[in-house]
């Protein structure tokens, strides 16, 4: 059971290209969601799904694209990378499409935009 | 909307010390406190979480008070070991918001 699987692990973009961040889940979990850390600033929510074809902005949506397709997969994209995007993003999930269920997080993705 | 804020944001204690971190919270209506712990190059796991019908629970080293009057809450860990070494963040929801909203973190420091 791998739980959540997060690729890439490590990511340098420069200013202005786009990527996607992919997320997978195998536990059947209804409720994903990514995050950004920075230091000193905690987790703050980007996007988040409550079930496959259902979306929602958390915190910090802005320059980030989300879709959700199956259940299993929560691909992050950015539209065009600015250097204030320069961080660790998390992705979770947890079960029965809510937040108040502990979240099964990823290991991240540590990205650096020039 | 929410507001969750961690104290202290690091603590440094000896091994078999006790170690307390502290949250408060801005909405009432916030019913669901969790407490992740995250450890190097890894993502947060939960150790233990709150109910807002709940006033303490405990599981082993590890306990959470809640005080809903003040809003606040706190991990207390008891007997500290060099495995406890990391960064805790606490969290808070409420069932119909579908948004957790985390504090700050708490690098925590276990000297031997």
């Known amino acids: 059971n791998a739980g959540v699987t997060q690729t890439p692990k490590f990511q340098v973009l420069k200013t202005g290209q786009s990527m996607t961040l992919q997320c997978a889940q195998d536990m059947n979990h209804e409720y994903m969601s990514w995050y950004r850390q920075d230091p000193g600033m905690g987790l703050r929510l980007i996007h988040y799904s409550v079930g496959a074809g259902i979306t929602d902005q958390g915190e910090v949506p802005n320059g980030y694209n989300v879709s959700r397709s199956t259940t299993e997969d929560f691909p992050l994209r950015l539209l065009s990378a600015a250097p204030s995007q320069t961080s660790v993003y998390f992705c979770?999930?947890?079960?029965?499409?809510?937040?108040?269920?502990?979240?099964?997080f990823g290991d991240g993705t540590r990205l650096s935009i020039l | 909307g929410e507001n969750v804020e961690q104290h202290p944001s690091t603590l440094s204690v000896q091994e078999g010390d006790s170690a307390v971190i502290k949250c408060t919270y801005s909405d009432s209506a916030s019913n669901y406190f969790p407490w992740y712990k995250q450890e190097l190059g890894k993502g947060p796991q939960l150790i233990i979480d709150?109910?807002?019908?709940?006033g303490e629970k405990k599981d082993q080293r590890i306990a959470v008070t809640l005080n809903k009057t003040a809003k606040h809450f706190s991990l207390h860990i008891t007997e500290t070991q060099p495995e406890d070494s990391a960064v805790y963040f606490c969290a808070a929801s409420r069932e119909e918001a579908q948004k957790l909203v985390f504090g700050q973190g708490t690098r925590l420091t276990i000297n031997p």
């Open positions: 979770a999930s947890s079960s029965q499409g809510l937040s108040n269920q502990p979240q099964h």
């Open positions: 709150i109910r807002s019908n709940v």
